[in-house]
Nanobody, 127 residues
């Protein structure tokens, strides 16, 4: 069973920071491009950020550009999402995704182009 495991969510005040992690056990899945999506109550799931297998290419949604940073440590089979200057509108369940396809823009922004998903981690931002 393919599985991505997110962690690091929690409650933070506006302006604060959180770092999310996505663990991908297994060599095949761990080497794939990874993405982060989020879904707030009553809203559709939306793209947040993505990173290529090598880590050399990254993409961000305009709403998080300059505040969030996606990175990966392939030796640890883990992808991170560093979230700074958090706003109440960043509150959502954050999902990690993976795909064996080459990461390309704007394909990466569509959830149907990602093949594997984690269960999500809740991020709550108090104002």
């Amino acid at each position: 069973q393919v599985q991505l495991v997110e962690s690091g969510g929690g409650l933070v005040q506006a302006g604060g920071s959180l770092r999310l992690s996505c663990a991908a056990p297994g060599r095949t899945l761990s080497s794939q491009p990874k993405g982060w999506f989020r879904q707030a109550p009553g809203k559709e799931r939306e793209f947040v950020a993505a990173i290529s297998s090598s880590g050399l290419t990254t993409y961000y949604a305009d709403s998080v550009k300059g505040r969030f940073t996606i990175s990966r440590d392939n030796a640890k089979n883990t992808v991170y999402l560093q979230m700074n200057s958090l706003k109440p509108e960043d509150a959502a369940v954050y999902y990690c995704a993976a795909t064996p396809s080459i990461l390309m823009w704007p394909r990466a922004t569509y959830e149907q182009n990602w093949d594997y998903w984690g269960q999500g981690t809740q991020v709550t931002v108090s104002s």
